[in-house]
């Protein structure tokens, strides 16, 4: 059989609540960062980006946070729902190259 | 059809086969990239495109081949491949680091190497 894959961490959230996803990133000269949501079966969907000259970005339904000091970036989503349930990724980039360095990724569950 | 298409969308070869993946963007873009997403591994770049012209091979073995004829579309030929290569094989396209770094992504290819 398969060997034992990626284990993701797991946020458990209820209906309604607001859930929070954190990721670290590794390069202090990262100038760009964004967020991809990945449902079973498909390819990652972007959900919002932050250039580095700003410290918080809002969506619908959605915050980013930078804080550059630490090199933490996180994910608000205000009143979760059922339909958020995915592995969400963040991602870094720095603007001398186009390439994205995703991070491991984030498994989000709703329940009811 | 709209936004970026993969085909097949399921695979399954023996490691003697050639097969080729294809992908499509309609997005007008001028960046395309091949990733590999599989189950013991986060999201791993291996070829990005720029004007068809392949500005990065991230040390990817050869037996992955990739051709972009033309800005719109990308090809991922593979040949002799191994049961670890099994995986989601991920195209995506972006404007390019001048005009937007937000990269699109197709649905994949699931390929399963016998």
């Not at chain 2, 986060?42 to 972009?68: A, G, H």
């Not at chain 2, 094989?89 to 994949?108: D, I, K, M, V």
């Amino acid at each position: 059989g398969e060997s034992v894959g990626l284990h993701l961490p797991t946020l458990s959230v209820q209906e309604g609540d607001n859930s929070i996803i954190n990721c670290a990133y590794s390069n202090s000269a990262s100038d760009y960062f964004i967020w991809y949501k990945q449902e079973s079966g498909k390819g990652p969907q972007f959900i919002i980006d932050i250039r580095s000259n700003m410290d918080k970005r809002q969506g619908q339904r959605v915050t980013v946070l930078l804080n550059k000091t630490v090199k933490h970036l996180s994910l608000q989503i205000a009143a979760t729902q059922p339909g958020d349930s995915a592995v969400y990724f963040c991602a870094e980039s720095t603007g001398s190259t186009d390439k994205l360095i995703f991070g491991t990724g984030t498994r989000l569950q709703v329940f009811p | 059809e709209t936004g970026v298409t993969q085909t097949p969308r399921h695979l399954v070869m023996g490691m003697t086969n050639k097969k080729s993946l294809k992908c499509e963007q309609h997005l007008g873009h001028n960046a395309m990239y091949w990733y590999k997403q599989s189950a013991k591994k986060p999201l791993e770049l291996m070829f990005v495109y720029n004007f068809k012209e392949q500005t990065e091979n991230n040390s990817v073995p050869s037996r992955f081949s990739p051709e972009c004829p033309n800005s719109s579309h990308l090809f991922l030929h593979l040949h002799t491949l191994q049961p670890e290569d099994s995986a989601l094989y991920l195209c995506a396209s972006s404007q390019g680091r001048t005009s937007g770094r937000e990269q699109f992504f197709g649905p994949g290819t699931r390929l399963t190497v016998l």
